[in-house]
């Protein structure tokens, strides 16, 4: 049984910054694709940072490209993400998910089309990340 669980989140200030956690037990497969993903009221969900577990090639969405920096323990099958001159509009529900990786194929495939689709992917309950003006 594929688990996963997401740590941190909180309330900060605009500017500051914050770092998220994620592991993952039970995957099936050695392959497989790791990420982080965002949903704000009113918007859909999407994909931030994601990385596949035989790459060196980490995703980030053009919004937080040079403030977020993810990395992998393919070990432990873990997923810190550092976030960075936060922003009011960082504000979300943030998810960790894993994917298969025979279905994605690369960090960006998982991160672009596991939101819509929702196949082969395990998804965490999520933390909330409020960033205040």
């Known amino acids: 049984q594929v688990q996963v669980m997401e740590s941190g989140g909180g309330l900060v200030q605009a500017g500051g910054s914050m770092r998220l956690s994620c592991t993952v037990s039970?995957?099936?497969?050695?392959?497989?694709?790791m990420g982080w993903f965002r949903q704000a009221p009113g918007k859909e969900r999407e994909g931030i940072s994601c990385?596949?577990?035989?790459?060196?090639?980490?995703y980030y969405d053009d919004s937080v490209r040079g403030r977020f920096t993810g990395s992998r323990d393919n070990a432990q099958n873990t997923l810190p993400l550092q976030m960075n001159s936060l922003k009011p509009e960082d504000t979300a529900m943030y998810y960790c998910?894993?994917?298969?990786?025979?279905?994605?194929?690369?960090?960006?495939?998982?991160?672009?089309?596991?939101?819509?689709?929702?196949?082969?992917?395990?998804w965490g309950q999520g933390t909330q990340v409020t960033v205040s003006s």
């Open positions: 998910a894993a994917g298969e990786g025979r279905i994605y194929s690369s960090g960006y495939s998982f991160c672009v089309n596991a939101p819509t689709t929702m196949r082969s992917s395990y």
């Open positions: 990385i596949r577990s035989t790459s060196s090639i980490t």
């Open positions: 039970g995957l099936p497969s050695g392959d497989y694709v």
